[in-house]
């Protein structure tokens, strides 16, 4: 039995180590700060009575129909931007609500369109459920779907969907996960939501506070009921359920033979079956995931490939400890130390393309944190994106908004002694609506959640498109590695790789690359992919000679992770042979050397092996040379 990697990389670790170190993680260094103009008064501004105002207008528009909604996301737009001209990003309250009763005026109209006008106001008067919901619905391509079935829970079940707001939420933005192999019977939506609100099965954890975004890795199961009730009596007591991947016994026979189908083929594919004949890794992952689920154990089956090349399958559970203050995404079963898978993706449940395992990580990191801190993330990311649609001209501040704010509030609330009364004394327009003010509200966003995917994408968006100085795009970049690649180093490499191509500057670039080669020191894979970035970055500014050199470093570097050294030596061998004729000669003892670099593996999974693949090409380029006898030796030895 192969050994299971202890700490894989990029491995989370136990969560409340993160929140207890959160000082460290969100404050950023002063020597970071980045170049725009902050502005920090004494205390903090009044703005009670602004939030109320909010929320109060929110509920009269909502009572009024789609074209009062209109109305108010108009006036709040404004409102917004009023308020964004006081600065003050520190304080996010009014704001974060302020953008609530934007969002909601967007999608209470959808849902009366999609559904029907009483469900939106149920909506407006369960601000509990619908504050959850509206945030996910930035996660998904279709919300009127996604609205659609909140409407089927709340019809079906209105006291489960607020008792278990998030579980509600995120089966309303979560799809079902694809089955690999047809099932002989499934659940419904209803069912599989009822499993986990009406059953009398004790779950692991507790749903009803459980963060939707961890929810969702539940939402996305359609496992028919028996085989719950089964997977519930036989590992409800085990300290580990995620362990029974090992249940399943590989069919090494039906792998070895080709022609030979899986036993599991000539039964119906249930959890019962699949223990009693076993299956390969995707069965074991599959089984153990779906035991996981049905225990109320947000889990996924993660996929990748090892230093060999191997494609392989193993899961990724969720460990919570008592009390549920503390989590970890724990990746490390049936993830064999021997076969170093560095990488592993898996299924987003929402959107339904792939994740990295370390994002996965990293969002669980996040979904821990306060709810308010993740709502003013997002808010405030999503205020910077608005932001830098205005223009490349800044916007003069205008306060007039805030005052029919504080008027309207003043006269509803007359009489009323426990209403704050509006204060606009402390509210003066000190900026414009510029680029600057965008930069500080991705600071904002990035301050409160480190995590929040969509502030980097923004990030790396607009240093594409020259909207972001070099100056503050390098701080971004150096605010993500140094606080994300020790502990999250494929995450932070991929979002590196990402925004390094958007600074303009080649010797900056280059320098960043650099860096990032160090950063990444102690994971050949991250390192190869950085070293054929670089290389492709030299081809880019004609420096054939440099470029080659890379490509071969990325090789010889990474001779044991069989994606980087293909793709580095693929690069190398192109450049070769149009440099001319003696290039197809050059190409050879490339291969050659890198083949001699090599050893063979006796395991069933050799072909996915650098000496495989790279003697295979080897083979391929002497034949096309007419040197057949070299190239019968080369196959020989990729075979023994």
């Known amino acids: 039995m192969p050994k299971e990697l202890k700490n894989p990389p990029g491995r989370a670790l136990v969560l409340g180590a993160f929140l207890a170190a959160s000082a460290v993680w969100l404050v950023p260094e002063t020597a970071a700060a980045p170049a725009t103009t902050r502005?920090?008064?004494?205390?903090?501004?009044?703005?009670?009575?602004?939030?109320?105002?909010?929320?109060?207008?929110?509920?009269?528009?909502?009572?009024?129909?789609?074209?009062?909604?209109?109305?108010?996301?108009?006036?709040m737009s404004e409102a917004i931007l009023a308020r964004l001209s006081c600065g003050r990003l520190d304080q996010m309250e009014a704001l974060n609500s302020m953008f609530y009763v934007l969002?909601?005026?967007?999608?209470?109209?959808?849902?009366?369109?999609?559904?029907d006008e009483k469900f939106a106001r149920w909506l407006a008067d369960n601000r509990g459920v619908s504050r959850l919901l509206f945030r996910a619905l930035e996660d998904v391509k279709s919300p009127k779907e996604s609205l659609k079935v909140l409407h089927e829970l709340v019809a079906d079940d209105e006291k489960a969907v607020l008792d278990y707001p998030n579980l509600a939420a995120a089966f309303a933005t979560s799809r079902s996960l694809a089955h690999h192999r047809t099932a002989p019977a499934s659940c419904t939506m209803l069912e599989a939501f009822r499993w986990y609100t009406r059953s009398k099965q004790t779950f692991r954890y507790d749903l009803k506070s459980m963060p939707y975004e961890l929810s969702r890795y539940l939402a996305d199961s359609r496992l028919g009921i028996p085989e719950r009730q089964w997977a519930a009596q036989n590992y409800a007591n085990h300290s580990n359920p995620a362990k029974c991947y090992f249940d399943v016994?590989?069919?090494?026979?039906?792998?070895?033979?080709?022609?030979?189908?899986?036993?599991?083929?000539?039964?119906?594919?249930?959890?019962?079956?699949?223990?009693?004949?076993?299956?390969?890794?995707?069965?074991?992952?599959?089984?153990?995931?779906?035991?996981?689920?049905?225990?109320g154990i947000p889990s996924a089956i993660v996929s990748g490939h090892g230093s060999s090349g191997m494609s392989h399958a193993w899961v990724a559970s969720l460990k919570l400890a008592s009390g549920g203050q503390q989590a970890a995404w724990d990746t490390a079963t049936g993830r064999y130390e021997e076969h170093q898978y560095f990488t592993g993706s898996l299924r987003d449940p929402a959107r339904g393309g792939e994740i990295l395992d370390?994002?996965?990580?990293?969002?669980?990191?996040?979904?821990?944190?306060?709810?308010?801190?993740?709502?003013?993330?997002?808010?405030?990311?999503?205020?910077?994106?608005?932001?830098?649609?205005?223009?490349?001209?800044?916007?003069?501040?205008?306060?007039?908004?805030?005052?029919?704010?504080?008027?309207?509030?003043?006269?509803?609330?007359?009489?009323?002694?426990d209403a704050p009364k509006a204060d606009l004394s402390q509210f003066k327009a000190e900026r414009k609506i510029d680029g600057a003010l965008m930069e500080d509200l991705l600071d904002a966003a990035i301050q409160r959640n480190l995590a929040h995917r969509p502030a980097w994408d923004l990030i790396v968006e607009l240093g594409k498109a020259g909207r972001l100085p070099v100056d503050h795009?390098?701080?971004?970049?150096?605010?993500?590695?140094?606080?994300?690649?020790?502990?999250?180093?494929?995450?932070?490499?991929?979002?590196?790789?990402?925004?390094?191509?958007?600074?303009?500057?080649?010797?900056?670039?280059?320098?960043?690359?650099?860096?990032?080669?160090?950063?990444?020191?102690?994971?050949?894979d991250l390192q190869g992919r950085v070293l054929v970035a670089l290389g492709d970055e030299y081809v880019a500014q004609n420096q054939s000679q440099k470029a080659y050199s890379t490509f071969e470093e990325a090789a010889t570097k990474c001779l044991n992770v069989s994606e980087v050294v293909m793709a580095a030596a693929s690069k190398a061998e192109n450049l070769l042979l149009s440099a001319g004729p003696r290039?197809?000669?050059?190409?050879?003892?490339?291969?050659?050397?890198?083949f001699g670099m090599t050893k063979g593996s006796k395991s069933n999974f050799?072909?996915?092996?650098?000496?495989?693949?790279?003697?295979?090409?080897?083979?391929?380029?002497?034949?096309?040379?007419?040197?057949?006898?070299?190239?019968?030796?080369?196959?020989?030895?990729i075979e023994e």
């Open 39 to 75: 502005l920090v008064k004494p205390g903090p501004l009044a703005e009670e009575w602004l939030v109320r105002a909010a929320l109060d207008e929110l509920q009269e528009a909502a009572a009024g129909g789609a074209s009062k909604l209109a109305e108010l996301k108009e006036r």
């Open 583 to 594: 290039g197809r000669e050059a190409a050879i003892k490339l291969y050659t050397k890198l």
């Open 473 to 524: 795009l390098d701080r971004f970049f150096g605010l993500l590695v140094d606080r994300t690649a020790k502990q999250f180093p494929d995450y932070s490499c991929v979002m590196v790789m990402k925004i390094v191509p958007a600074i303009p500057d080649p010797a900056r670039r280059e320098k960043v690359y650099q860096r990032a080669l160090a950063v990444y020191g102690s994971r050949p």
């Open 103 to 115: 969002e909601a005026c967007k999608y209470l109209s959808l849902a009366r369109e999609t559904c």
């Open 249 to 295: 016994k590989y069919d090494w026979e039906s792998y070895a033979k080709k022609d030979t189908p899986q036993k599991i083929e000539k039964l119906d594919y249930t959890l019962q079956n699949l223990r009693q004949v076993g299956g390969v890794c995707i069965d074991q992952a599959y089984y153990a995931s779906q035991v996981c689920k049905s225990l």
């Open 606 to 637: 050799r072909s996915q092996t650098s000496h495989y693949q790279l003697g295979l090409r080897l083979a391929d380029m002497l034949s096309n040379a007419g040197r057949e006898a070299e190239a019968r030796q080369v196959l020989k030895k």
């Open 358 to 417: 370390s994002e996965l990580m990293l969002a669980g990191f996040a979904a821990q944190l306060p709810l308010q801190r993740r709502e003013e993330a997002h808010a405030a990311t999503m205020l910077a994106r608005t932001v830098s649609r205005s223009g490349e001209a800044p916007l003069a501040a205008d306060l007039s908004a805030l005052k029919k704010l504080a008027d309207a509030h003043d006269k509803r609330c007359a009489g009323k002694s």
